[in-house]
């Protein structure tokens, strides 16, 4: 039977309920109540994280979602209200206020930009872009962090300018704290803390969003949310929180992203905008046709995308809807070259290092995004509010990527006195050619339901949500195409290689004897791969309900928070590719694709690298979609290849088929007071995980024989027969697993001053393992006599994370802050070896006396320190032509306590913002130091700086023309090698261009 909903909680709530029932009796006088909205008649915004206080008394109260306030209780009579927001002028009013009854007050704020050009009675008008621009990102962005009791950065959506193509990565590269994991220059994933992406949960409105990879498979990271899955342009604001409350759950060691959505009520009125753009690569910045990604068809690479938003308030303003469309239609390319070496010299060749293998891919692209939101709320009566969101996203990549490799022979025939700058291969050097069709599909549902009811100081919140992710790959369907021609070979082939310097890539071939590598017939016939059977889903289902009352313990303010949440997750992977391989009937060893010449010429015009062979022609590439018509209209003349063994059919079928089920029930409580100017926060959430991995039910090899199959040494039967026998004759097995765990949480809030406030926060997380330590079939080898396999009962990381801050503010717009932080990693996951008995495997048979290879927990804690520098401020401190210049800047210095591979030891960004009259332009740049990229430190990424400039001009109150340039100076990534006894050299290269993007934007 499946994981199901626990009956812990009902008794959870139910005390709940009574809690908050007795704490709400003890209310006994009969205060009044002032509420309302606080707007912005610029931007046509109601404001959040504005502060409204009773002054001369200890009610305050923050603006929420759509501006709204509630303060209670209030004395009744009259009381006088302050309003205070950043960058904007502090407002006060009279209020009288009645005894037992709700009397309203709305309060309009002006930016203190209009202060100095105000006169007495006149209008105070600001152009479009002060007023929605950087500088309001900015102010939003300090509000919320000061009004946070976690420590946070947090970023609006008009702070960095537009992002047409909608990635939410790219929208996070300038936040301190924040490195970016890429795929030919594309955000995937994003790191926080210097821990690995998985370590990272992204939410949405406080809620988990679903995300797969199919390309993971259930690996290390299949955990980590893909940036690819959901788009920028229905977010108004991204919340990066570096320590956590018991109300979040605990599956976050690094921190958690929060998407906040744009919602009806957060304007006033009507209001309409979109946005129709182009884009193009720097590599086909021209609007002529020209082939590719598509083989045999030619397109233009200059491509269209929109935004579409429209939000209203119907219904006596008691409902607010939010629609928004976008789509992104993006061409790019990049170039990846690899190079590998022989370090070891001998007594007749005394030169350090000398070529081996290069290898070239070259990968145009299209990327298409397509996104709908929208959000509803629904104000059912003066204390009960109802809402849904629903999001949907479809991405669409394509990209045949076309890989080439010249392998120069053994180091002795290898001929150039500095071969790393010249040499001539020996006569036995290789050549293969092998394009890979890459079309990969992702898309993503997800609902989000809530209620709430608010009445006096209680305030009840039920909601759910639905998150489906699936990822896809399938170019023969989609394409048209077959996978892969599984690598094409020329041997004995004799060419010269010559390049500008040791960390360039613009090698020149050129072949100067043996078979002509441009001529197919030369090359040798493997089977080829139809399809790319790689698949992954990801089912979320949740619901939570949380109730909170602000009551008066001992004459100090308490706001107490308590509920309980359930989330059930379905994981799917598989991956059937190699039962796609195919011998083409009757196709001999060597020149059967000779028949199949590309159209497409090979270019690795990017990298300034070319190749000419013996007869002067490019280089030979075979056409993925020609062969793939081919097998459309003929498949009788493919027949299936299995491989040696039947391997093929075993990987497909049963190795790498997971199912993975996942439920976690909690519960949390927690109490916020106010002592003088010291506030504080503790916690304690409860959570439950149980596991369930559905495995194929092995046979052991001695019963496979016993029915008469063969078996290989490593324990899996030879035939299709056999192997549908060992595993596939009995039902799956279930594997269980359950554990649970307390995680406590403070916090403490101090103002030294008005403008200078120090905060250090506590939280203690887990990290769950990856699908693959879990899920998996058992491999059995007998002459090991080892089993390797999954281990449901594997328990999480768990982290305690230790942060404090200190900040300066800035007035009208700015901060300045220092954050410390220590994140202490214990329960590592390693691969161990275990008798079956510590496994706990408890059969009879032959596996009882194995050696068991599975995923443990470690002993030990791991250590990993961060500091952040940040600074963001208006400039208009320094006088009139400063008033409209904004700047921000971050540092931030990495460390652990064990090498650990990918971690950045520093990283800085900058960028300024400028607006004179009608014109805005902004430039950021980013800086990454050199990192290891494995463990040992032997290969590293070297330094890289990234520059992105755009501007807009304002046409009228309702037009604006923009340009964004992304990556302007194209500064490749470079990997390099550590020898003992070498200088370091160069092993990756990788250029990605720079994009452009024209826009042209309506708002009315």
């Known amino acids: 039977m499946r994981l199901?909903?626990?009956?812990?909680?009902?008794?959870?709530?139910?005390?709940?309920?009574?809690?908050?029932?007795?704490?709400?009796?003890?209310?006994?006088?009969?205060?009044?109540?002032?509420?309302?909205r606080v707007f912005n008649p610029a931007t046509g915004e109601y404001i959040r994280n504005a502060t409204i206080r009773v002054e001369g008394g200890a009610v305050s109260a923050v603006s929420a979602g759509g501006g709204e306030y509630r303060l209670y209780p209030v004395p009744a009579g009259n009381v006088t209200l302050s309003v205070s927001y950043t960058g904007y002028r502090t407002v006060t009013a009279a209020v009288a206020v009645p005894a037992g009854a709700t009397v309203a007050r709305d309060f309009e704020l002006v930016s203190t930009l209009a202060a100095e050009a105000a006169t007495p009675g006149a209008t105070v008008k600001l152009d479009a872009f002060v007023v929605g621009g950087q500088r309001e990102g900015a102010a939003k962005a300090i509000m919320d962090q000061?009004?946070?009791?976690?420590?946070?950065?947090?970023?609006?959506?008009?702070?960095?300018?537009?992002?047409?193509?909608?990635?939410?990565?790219?929208?996070?590269?300038?936040?301190p704290g924040v490195q970016l994991e890429l795929f030919f220059g594309e955000v995937r994933?994003?790191?926080?803390?210097?821990?690995?992406?998985?370590?990272?949960?992204?939410?949405?409105?406080?809620?988990?969003?679903?995300?797969?990879?199919?390309?993971?498979?259930?690996?290390?990271?299949?955990?980590?949310?893909?940036?690819?899955?959901?788009?920028?342009?229905?977010?108004?604001?991204?919340?990066?929180?570096?320590?956590?409350?018991?109300?979040?759950?605990a599956n976050a060691p690094a921190g958690t992203i929060n998407l906040r959505t744009k919602r009806a009520f957060d304007r006033a009125g009507r209001r309409m905008s979109w946005q129709t753009n182009v884009t193009a690569h720097s590599q086909e910045f021209n609007l002529q046709r020209s082939l590719g990604p598509d083989e045999d068809r030619r397109s233009r690479k200059i491509r269209p995308g929109g935004i579409l938003e429209y939000s209203d308030i119907f219904l006596n303003k008691r409902l607010g809807v939010v629609l928004n469309l976008s789509l992104s239609d993006v061409y790019q390319e990049a170039v990846v070259a690899s190079l590998a070496y022989n370090a070891t010299p001998t007594a007749t060749d005394s030169r350090p290092l000398v070529p081996t293998t290069l290898n070239y891919q070259w990968a145009p692209r299209t990327n298409r995004r397509f996104a709908v939101t929208f959000a509803a709320d629904y104000k059912i009566n003066a204390h009960l509010d109802a809402g849904l969101g629903v999001v949907y996203n479809l991405a669409d990549l394509w990209t045949p990527q076309r890989n080439i490799v010249f392998n120069a022979g053994p180091r002795a025939g290898v001929i150039g006195g500095d071969p790393l700058l010249e040499f001539t291969s020996a006569p036995t050097g290789v050549v293969q050619t092998n394009p890979v069709a890459v079309a990969k599909l992702g898309e993503t549902t997800t609902l989000l339901p809530r209620i709430t009811y608010r009445r006096h100081n209680l305030e009840v919140e039920a909601k759910g949500s639905f998150s489906d992710s699936t990822s896809w790959y399938d170019p023969y369907s989609r394409r048209d195409s077959i996978r892969d021609?599984?690598?094409?070979?020329?041997?004995?082939?004799?060419?010269?290689?010559?390049?500008?310097?040791?960390?360039?890539?613009?090698?020149?071939?050129?072949?100067?004897?043996?078979?002509?590598?441009?001529?197919?017939?030369?090359?040798?016939?493997?089977?080829?791969?139809?399809?790319?059977?790689?698949?992954?889903?990801?089912?979320?289902?949740?619901?939570?309900?949380?109730?909170?009352?602000?009551?008066?313990?001992?004459?100090?303010?308490?706001?107490?928070?308590?509920?309980?949440?359930?989330?059930?997750?379905?994981?799917k992977f598989e991956d059937d590719t190699l039962a796609w391989r195919r011998d083409y009937i009757g196709v001999p060893a060597t020149g059967g694709w000779a028949a199949y010449n590309s159209p497409w010429a090979f270019s690795l015009g990017q990298a300034g690298s070319s190749i000419r062979s013996i007869s002067g022609s490019n280089i030979f590439m075979p056409d993925l979609r020609a062969l793939g018509g081919a097998v459309q209209s003929n498949p009788a003349a493919f027949r299936p290849n299995w491989g040696a063994n039947a391997t093929n059919y075993y990987q497909s079928y049963v190795a790498r088929k997971r199912r993975f089920y996942e439920q976690i029930d909690s519960g949390f409580a927690m109490a916020t007071t106010t002592w003088n100017r010291l506030t504080a926060r503790a916690g304690l959430r409860w959570e439950e995980t149980g596991t369930e991995a559905n495995e194929a039910n092995g046979r052991t090899p001695a019963e496979v024989r016993a029915a008469g199959y063969g078996?290989?040494?490593?324990?899996?039967?030879?035939?299709?027969?056999?192997?549908?026998?060992?595993?596939?004759?009995?039902?799956?097995?279930?594997?269980?697993?359950?554990?649970?765990?307390?995680?406590?949480?403070?916090?403490?809030?101090?103002?030294?001053?008005?403008?200078?406030?120090?905060?250090?926060?506590?939280?203690?997380?887990?990290?769950?393992?990856?699908?693959?330590?879990?899920?998996?079939?058992?491999?059995?080898?007998?002459?090991?006599?080892?089993?390797?396999?999954?281990?449901?009962?594997?328990?999480?990381?768990?982290?305690?994370?230790?942060?404090?801050?200190?900040?300066?503010?800035?007035?009208?717009?700015?901060?300045?802050?220092?954050?410390?932080?220590?994140?202490?990693?214990?329960?590592?996951?390693?691969?161990?070896?275990?008798s079956a008995q510590e496994f706990g495997?408890?059969?009879?048979?032959?596996?009882?006396?194995?050696?068991?290879?599975?995923?443990?927990?470690?002993?030990?804690?791991?250590?990993?320190?961060?500091?952040?520098?940040?600074?963001?401020?208006?400039?208009?401190?320094?006088?009139?032509?400063?008033?409209?210049?904004?700047?921000?800047?971050?540092?931030?210095?990495?460390?652990?306590?064990?090498?650990?591979?990918?971690?950045?030891?520093?990283?800085?960004?900058?960028?300024?913002?400028?607006?004179?009259?009608?014109?805005?332009?902004?430039?950021?740049?980013?800086?990454?130091?050199?990192?290891?990229?494995?463990?040992?430190?032997?290969?590293?990424?070297?330094?890289?700086?990234n520059v992105d400039i755009g501007g807009g001009w304002r046409l009228g109150p309702h037009y604006t023309l923009s340009v964004a340039v992304r990556n302007l100076t194209d500064t490749p990534w470079l990997d390099l090698q550590r020898f003992p006894s070498a200088p370091n050299a160069l092993i990756r290269h990788e250029t990605v261009g720079t994009s452009w993007t024209f826009s042209v934007k309506g708002t009315y």
């Open 4 to 36: 199901s909903m626990k009956k812990s909680i009902l008794p959870l709530l139910l005390t709940l309920h009574w809690v908050f029932a007795a704490l709400a009796g003890a209310q006994t006088s009969a205060p009044g109540t002032i509420a309302g």
């Open 146 to 175: 000061r009004n946070s009791m976690n420590i946070t950065n947090t970023v609006a959506s008009d702070m960095f300018g537009d992002n047409a193509e909608g990635n939410i990565g790219e929208f996070l590269r300038h936040m």
């Open 189 to 249: 994933t994003v790191r926080l803390g210097g821990l690995p992406s998985d370590y990272t949960a992204v939410l949405m409105d406080g809620m988990s969003l679903a995300s797969v990879d199919a390309g993971t498979s259930g690996a290390a990271n299949s955990r980590a949310f893909t940036m690819e899955m959901a788009s920028l342009n229905s977010v108004e604001s991204i919340e990066i929180s570096k320590t956590i409350s018991a109300d979040v759950d």
């Open 485 to 571: 021609f599984n690598t094409p070979t020329v041997n004995n082939v004799t060419f010269r290689a010559q390049r500008s310097g040791p960390l360039a890539a613009d090698w020149k071939f050129a072949q100067v004897a043996g078979p002509d590598i441009g001529n197919g017939a030369n090359y040798t016939s493997p089977a080829i791969t139809v399809n790319d059977g790689r698949f992954g889903r990801t089912t979320l289902i949740s619901a939570e309900v949380a109730a909170s009352l602000k009551t008066t313990v001992a004459q100090l303010p308490v706001t107490w928070k308590a509920g309980a949440k359930s989330r059930y997750q379905i994981q």
């Open 711 to 834: 078996v290989t040494p490593a324990g899996v039967a030879t035939t299709i027969e056999g192997i549908q026998y060992q595993f596939l004759s009995r039902p799956r097995t279930r594997r269980t697993g359950t554990y649970d765990n307390l995680f406590p949480s403070a916090s403490l809030k101090y103002p030294f001053t008005r403008n200078l406030e120090g905060q250090l926060g506590f939280s203690s997380t887990i990290r769950r393992p990856p699908y693959a330590a879990i899920a998996g079939v058992w491999a059995i080898n007998e002459t090991a006599r080892t089993v390797t396999a999954p281990n449901a009962n594997l328990k999480p990381e768990t982290a305690r994370n230790f942060t404090g801050r200190l900040a300066y503010y800035f007035e009208p717009v700015g901060q300045v802050a220092v954050t410390a932080s220590q994140r202490n990693v214990k329960d590592m996951l390693i691969t161990d070896t275990l």
């Open 841 to 945: 495997y408890t059969g009879t048979d032959e596996l009882a006396g194995y050696d068991f290879l599975t995923t443990e927990n470690g002993a030990g804690t791991t250590r990993i320190r961060s500091v952040e520098l940040e600074y963001n401020q208006n400039l208009g401190f320094l006088g009139a032509a400063f008033k409209r210049l904004g700047v921000h800047g971050s540092y931030t210095r990495l460390y652990a306590s064990i090498p650990t591979a990918t971690l950045t030891p520093h990283l800085a960004s900058a960028g300024l913002n400028y607006t004179l009259n009608r014109l805005n332009v902004y430039a950021n740049w980013n800086w990454t130091d050199d990192f290891p990229r494995n463990v040992a430190g032997t290969v590293y990424r070297r330094h890289h700086s």
